[in-house]
């Protein structure tokens, strides 16, 4: 059979599922299950969501289908019981009396053992990363994948960092505004100065975070001029001076944790560059928390060295769309897919 530049590609567990992504497919629309464009040749970028792509069951599924991906969870659990006191497999599941993942501290650790027994499945299949980012908490995943910290460490990473934040719970909120983040600090000066640039996704999505009374009232003007705006479900107002509040607890409760060199590079969104897992510190953990996530300046930083596929491990996709627009505007194309969808077996 010819191997053509334009090609389809369609999964789905049920026959009305195939054949509703194959008329989407032919009638030149997207879908669900469906990944279609031109072939795009190169290197394999993992990219690891912060908190937003859960959903009650995820994963469990794949536990029954691929063994490979069951037995990475089971050691993600075990790396956690220690520091979070609960069951991966009973949060996930959503068993009576167990933590719902509506608390932070629940559900951050178990979006990091996904997400990292995602790249082990995705690794069993014979796709395998050429470099990592991660958004906010997805960073510990990235470091865990990219070898730069041990899965213990990660770990403890990912429920003291949780921890922290839920300490900050019901003092805050978030905001995403399609915006440039250069528009959205001229808002910001002066007028809302009690915000912070919480994250730059992409060329027109800016995240913001504050008070919730001040992050309410900016998304309201922007709402009434027209611009796209969506409130984050979170009550805690991360990458924000509030954070500043849970500086020495984090720092000190993450004392002997430390990265080391990878195999993997290991994009920041902290810096927004390549950094080496040997400064991967308790410092580093806290500016993860506190600072403007540069996501955007990292995907630049990856196209720039000619990565063109990205592939999200993650339940549900939530970066896709930055990815493809940050490289549309700097006129490369690439190919960003998926791993599970919400809802949709998994």
Not at 147 to 171: F, K, N, Y
Not at 189 to 218: D, I, K, R
């Amino acid at each position: 059979r010819a191997l053509f530049e334009h090609r389809g590609v369609v999964v789905g567990g049920g026959r009305g599922g195939r054949v509703g992504a194959l008329g989407a497919l032919a009638g030149g629309v997207g879908g669900g299950g469906l990944v279609s464009g031109e072939v795009v040749r190169g290197e394999v970028v993992f990219v690891f969501p912060g908190q937003g792509s859960q959903w009650l069951g995820m994963g469990l599924e794949l536990c029954e289908a691929f063994p490979v991906f069951g037995e990475r969870l089971r050691l993600c659990g075990e790396a956690l019981e220690p520091y979070v006191g609960w069951s991966l497999l009973d949060v996930l599941g959503g068993g009576v009396g167990v933590p719902s993942l509506e608390r932070v501290d629940v559900v951050q650790p178990a979006l990091f053992a996904v997400m990292v027994s995602l790249a082990g499945l995705w690794g069993s299949l014979g796709v395998v990363p050429s470099a990592v980012v991660g958004h906010s908490q997805g960073e510990i995943a990235a470091a865990c994948v990219a070898g730069v910290l041990s899965l213990d460490d990660a770990a403890r990473v990912v429920a003291v960092r949780s921890g922290a934040l839920r300490g900050l719970s019901g003092g805050g909120a978030m905001g995403v505004v399609s915006l440039g983040v250069g528009e959205v600090v001229g808002r910001l000066v002066g007028v809302w100065g009690g915000l912070s640039v919480a994250a730059v996704n992409g060329p027109a999505s800016t995240v913001v975070a504050g008070e919730p009374g001040v992050v309410e009232g900016f998304l309201g003007v922007l709402a009434g001029e027209g611009c796209q705006v969506r409130r984050v479900p979170v009550d805690y107002a991360s990458h924000s001076v509030q954070v500043e509040g849970v500086r020495e607890g984090l720092v000190g409760g993450l004392s002997g944790v430390v990265g080391r060199s990878g195999d993997v590079p290991f994009f920041s969104t902290v810096t927004g560059g390549v950094v080496d897992g040997a400064g991967l510190d308790g410092g580093y953990w806290f500016r993860n928390l506190r600072e403007t996530v540069r996501f955007e300046d990292a995907v630049r930083g990856l196209l720039g060295g000619g990565r063109r596929l990205f592939v999200e491990c993650s339940p549900h996709p939530s970066l896709l769309g930055s990815v493809v627009d940050t490289a549309d505007e700097v006129g490369v194309s690439v190919a960003a897919v998926g791993s599970l969808r919400r809802g949709e077996g998994g």
